[in-house]
């Protein structure tokens, strides 16, 4: 049982550059989202989805897209790197639910020059 | 909104001490409260919950207790490990609203 699987776990830029940053899972979850992780600030949300189809902006959404064709996967994509957007990036995914457990990935460390 | 406040750190203590980390938050209603672990090069994975007031989460010898009437949930070890290094996240998450609203993290390094 892989759970959340991210790729690449790292990755360098040039400004204006674009990217996908790739999330599978392989636990039928219905719910997946994409959080940023900056020192001192904790992980913030970026973009998350309740389901294949439907996807939602989270706190900090501006300069990525999102979309869910599938259960398994959801693609979080830089349309024009920034250096603001050096960061460390992780996926996770859960049931429905308020009180079931989140499960991460290992993470994306985004550098963008 | 809601919000998650959390021990400032870092943390150090030496193997076998007494280990607290603060965590309070701020929400409408009564959440589901998460403690998550980050080690070193890895992602998060969940430490401990508890879904009501006055439930004990508890995993791995490490305890929290959902407070409802201080609105906290403090993370507790009797005696650290090396092995307990990592970065400690609290979270909440609401029924029916699947967003984790973190806290900033506390990181803890036991030394020998």
């Known amino acids: 049982n892989a759970g959340v699987t991210q790729t690449p776990k790292f990755q360098v830029l040039k400004t204006g550059q674009s990217m996908t940053l790739q999330c599978a899972q392989d636990?039928?979850?219905?719910?997946m989202s994409w959080y940023r992780q900056d020192p001192g600030m904790g992980l913030r949300l970026i973009h998350y989805?309740?389901?294949?189809?439907?996807?939602d902006q989270g706190e900090v959404p501006n300069g990525y897209n999102v979309s869910r064709s599938t259960t398994e996967d959801f693609p979080l994509r830089l349309l024009s790197a920034a250096p603001s957007q050096t960061s460390v990036y992780f996926c996770?995914?859960?049931?429905?639910?308020?009180?079931?457990?989140?499960?991460f990935g290992q993470g994306t460390r985004l550098t963008v020059v | 909104g809601n919000s998650v406040t959390q021990m400032e750190g870092p943390v150090t203590l030496s193997e076998e001490a007494f280990l607290t980390i603060n965590c309070t938050y701020t929400?409408?209603?009564?959440?589901?409260l998460f403690w998550y672990v980050q080690y070193p090069g890895e992602g998060l994975q969940l430490l401990l919950k508890?879904?009501?007031?006055?439930d004990k989460g508890s995993n791995k010898g490490f305890e929290a207790t959902y407070r409802k009437e201080t609105t906290s949930f403090h993370l507790e070890k009797g005696s650290v490990q090396v092995s307990d290094s990592a970065v400690y996240f609290c979270?909440?998450?609401?029924?029916?609203?699947?967003?984790?609203?973190f806290g900033t993290g506390t990181r803890l390094t036991i030394i020998p």
């Open positions: 996770a995914s859960s049931l429905q639910g308020g009180n079931t457990e989140a499960f």
């Open positions: 636990m039928n979850h219905e719910y």
């Open positions: 989805s309740v389901g294949a189809g439907i996807t």
């Open positions: 929400a409408t209603g009564y959440p589901s």
């Open positions: 508890a879904t009501k007031a006055d």
């Open positions: 979270a909440l998450r609401f029924v029916g609203n699947e967003k984790l609203t």
